[in-house]
């Protein structure tokens, strides 16, 4: 890259890309314009997803023991939330950022030791970071016609809520034991037979496992 670029060396490339203090918001704005243009548009769609790097060792900044997609299991190694703008079979990334589970925000020491900036020092789950890219890339004006992403994600009521929230179409998977209700379920007070009446509404059909739901699908 660096004698591609024309340089004698890549020492002031390796500085650039390990210690460079630079502002990604206009390279991330201009990804996005240029994804738009070749994939955009109201077919397209928005993919949430998880990236995990395998690490040995603990320390690279937000290596962990945690579930790594790219393993199908819980191992040591560092999960990025990725976006990608996607229309038929052409995926172009547009968002990438670093998770940093609840054992290294409070680890000051170490992440002092690993120079992770102060701004970034705030536990934020994964769905929360899928969110916020989100908004950059409608922020960006970048079209799209859904989002979708799979249970590690659809499985949070909050994520799926705040993508209501913001008036857009998803399809999320989710876990085959979550508990979910018929389409034509209705909440209700129900007459308590004994005791204080009932403050909050309950749904009128009970619940099942999505599994046995699709089970008994017509």
């Not at 004698?3 to 918001?25: E, I, N, P, T």
């Not at 690993?114 to 970048?142: C, M, N, S, W, Y």
């Not at 249970?151 to 009521?157: E, L, N, V």
């Amino acid at each position: 890259m660096a004698q591609r670029l024309g340089m004698d060396s890549h020492d002031r490339l390796h500085h650039f890309v390990s210690a460079g203090l630079w502002d990604a918001a206009p390279l991330e704005a201009e990804l996005m314009a240029q994804a738009d243009r070749l994939v955009g548009g109201p077919d397209a769609s928005l993919v949430i997803d998880d990236t995990a790097l395998p690490k040995k060792g603990q320390h690279s900044v937000g290596v962990a023991p945690q579930y790594a997609s790219a393993l199908g299991k819980n191992a040591n190694c560092q999960t990025l939330v990725s976006v990608i703008l996607a229309n038929g079979e052409v995926p172009v990334p547009v968002s990438l950022r670093l998770f940093l589970p609840e054992s290294w925000i409070a680890d000051i020491e170490h992440l002092e030791r690993a120079g992770v900036p102060e701004e970034h020092r705030i536990f934020q789950t994964k769905p929360e970071l899928a969110l916020a890219a989100i908004d950059r890339v409608r922020a960006a004006g970048a079209r799209f016609g859904c989002v979708l992403a799979d249970a590690g994600y659809g499985q949070s009521a909050a994520f799926r809520q705040d993508l209501s929230a913001r008036g857009l179409v998803w399809a999320v998977g989710i876990p085959r034991h979550q508990k979910v209700y018929p389409a034509d379920v209705a909440l209700i007070f129900s007459v308590a037979d004994r005791g204080r009446p009932r403050q909050r509404h309950v749904p009128d059909q009970l619940s099942l496992a999505a599994e046995a739901m699709l089970a008994n699908a017509h």
